[in-house]
């Protein structure tokens, strides 16, 4: 079959799901994923053919029913890295890179420190930060074994030690014999009300357990793992959160009722309340 077929195929079935650039897109990543033909390949050459097309024309039907692209071919790039990823994993999301540089910048590169990272999911905060910063010893928790499977293999992957150990933050009240100097979370926190606003690719097929929390008590986890600082954490060590950008003024209050300092609100490329940090005194 003619790719240029092919492509005319994939804009016909999903052109009333998704924008023409979208299906663009995701025609190049599964040809450069199934075939190795570049974009660049197929504009020299409109008569390019393949030979196989079952495994194209299955991701086609997938899209249909709004998988995830990054589920379709099992993987991911996340602050530079790639990542496996399948549903028992949120796909790492921008706002959480920036997470990543924001804890990146901020912790000195020359000393050797303890990082936890709770939730860890895919594993790509844990791992972005054991990648980039040569001395720390990382270690991440999450209470999905299937998750923990994902995140040790990612953390193979990408040739860095990370120790992952399973557990349930909500009944975790101390960590017996280990400090740390930073605590890194991006737990669940979109509100039940706010399905209303996302996508069934991510509301279909992304792990709830890993996205949503209740509406009466949407910081739920953030204050779970701020007690578990307030014990865990070194003296002078910085928490930091991923948040829900229309939790943020809640979350300094949270910050500052259990005594950390210095806390630090940021805004996410789209300036959108998205990432907090206090230091424990
Ligand atoms: N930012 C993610 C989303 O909007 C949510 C991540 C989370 O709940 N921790 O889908």
Redesign the pocket.
């Known amino acids: 079959m003619k790719l240029k077929d092919l492509q005319y195929k994939f804009h016909e079935v999903l052109g009333t799901d998704y924008g023409k650039e979208e299906v663009d897109s995701f025609f190049f990543m599964l040809i450069d994923f199934y075939f190795n033909v570049s974009r660049i390949q197929l504009a020299m050459d409109s008569d390019f053919q393949v030979k196989d097309t079952e495994k194209i024309l299955e991701a086609l039907v997938l899209l249909k029913q709004q998988k995830p692209i990054q589920y379709i071919i099992g993987e991911t790039e996340f602050y530079g890295l790639t990542f496996k990823v399948n549903e028992h994993v949120?796909i790492p999301?921008p706002?959480?890179e920036e997470l990543v540089e924001c804890v990146i910048k901020q912790t000195d590169n020359n000393s050797t420190i303890n990082i936890l990272d709770i939730?860890t999911g895919s594993g790509c905060i844990a791992i972005s930060l054991a990648k980039n910063l040569e001395l720390v010893k990382v270690y991440a928790l999450d209470i999905s074994e299937d998750a923990l499977v994902v995140a040790r293999r990612n953390a193979e992957l990408n040739g860095v030690d990370v120790t992952f150990f399973k557990a349930n933050i909500l009944n975790t009240d101390v960590i017996e014999d280990l400090k740390f100097d930073v605590i890194v979370s991006?737990?669940?926190?979109?509100r039940e009300k706010e399905k209303l606003q996302?996508k069934p690719n991510?509301l279909e097929h992304?792990p709830h357990l890993?996205?949503?929390v209740k509406d009466e008590n949407p910081l739920l986890f953030y204050k779970a793992i701020t007690d578990f600082a307030k014990v865990n954490l070194k003296e002078k060590g910085k928490l930091y959160f991923?948040i829900?950008e229309y939790l943020g003024q809640s979350m300094i209050a949270l910050l500052n009722d259990n005594n950390f300092k210095n806390i630090e609100l940021k805004q996410d490329i789209f300036k959108k309340d998205r990432m907090i940090k206090g230091d424990k005194i």
């Open positions: 949120l999301r706002e959480t939730g991006n737990p669940p926190y979109v996302m991510v992304e890993a996205l949503f991923e829900n």
